[in-house]
């Protein structure tokens, strides 16, 4: 066996089902022990809200935590972020800006002080109205000439970032940085804030069983043999795509 890069969502992919992931624990952290595999954690929360998870659900340190959709890179366990990364992503970030001209539309409501973070702001916004709401905010930002980019996920959140910034960038800049080739790296995901894991290259995907219409829609707008849809739920499905792929055994 040699190591792979593996990168997964959290809520509904990772976490969801507790006994399939106490087994997928186990896997990942023999992997990581015996052939250096690295485990990154890709999700949209903030660290406040990861940490909550990461107790409750007492999940194994990553060797990397991505947080606040892409924004913001933790290398092992550090309390600060990456530096280097944030650089990226500050050239033509205009924070204020994006929320003067966010306060126009009514539909939009604003998500928790925690959530909003230095390279993100985020709102909730109803499914009803969001294939008409989305194209108006984008046109407006496009309009300040604002180099940003509208991630909706989950028929209810939806997040405003750096044009250069997703979990798809992000796990990019990891693998570059650690070496792995894309048929060496392994991504999964359920929601919409995850398809740019899946469209960014060639990396391994697996969808898992219980993926959302967003994503669902997506993948079979732009099929691909490098990806896998699971029959399984969350960590179930990751376990499944694993051996699919013949990551693990
Ligand atoms: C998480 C975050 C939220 C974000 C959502 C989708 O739930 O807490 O801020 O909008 O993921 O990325
Ligand atoms: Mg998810």
Request: proline letters at 3%; aromatic letters at 10%.
């Amino acid at each position: 066996m040699t190591p792979f890069m593996f990168v997964t969502d959290l809520d509904h992919t990772l976490v969801g089902d507790d006994a399939a992931l106490t087994q997928l624990n186990q896997i990942l952290t023999q992997h990581r022990h015996e052939y250096g595999t690295k485990i990154v954690y890709a999700t949209g929360r903030s660290p406040v809200l990861y940490k909550e998870l990461q107790i409750e659900k007492n999940l194994i340190a990553p060797d990397a935590l991505v947080v606040s959709v892409g924004t913001e890179i933790y290398l092992d366990g550090k309390n600060t972020a990456d530096s280097s990364w944030a650089e990226i992503l500050s050239t033509g970030w205009h924070r204020e800006q994006v929320l003067s001209i966010t306060e126009q539309f009514s539909e939009l409501e604003l998500q928790p002080d925690s959530e909003q973070r230095p390279f993100k702001v985020s709102f909730f916004l109803k499914q009803e109205v969001a294939a008409s709401v989305i194209p108006q905010i984008e046109l407006m930002l496009e309009k300040y000439k604002l180099n940003v980019k509208l991630i909706y996920s989950s028929g209810v959140d939806l997040d405003i970032v750096p044009r250069s910034s997703d979990k798809g960038q992000a796990m990019q800049f990891l693998r570059q940085k650690w070496k792995f080739a894309a048929e060496r790296t392994v991504v999964c995901g359920d929601s919409g804030n995850d398809i740019a894991l899946f469209a960014v290259g060639n990396e391994r995907g697996i969808i898992v069983g219980n993926a959302r219409q967003e994503l669902l829609e997506w993948h079979n707008q732009y099929p691909a043999n490098h990806r896998y849809l699971a029959q399984n739920f969350c960590a179930g499905g990751i376990l499944e795509g694993l051996k699919y792929f013949g990551f693990i055994k």
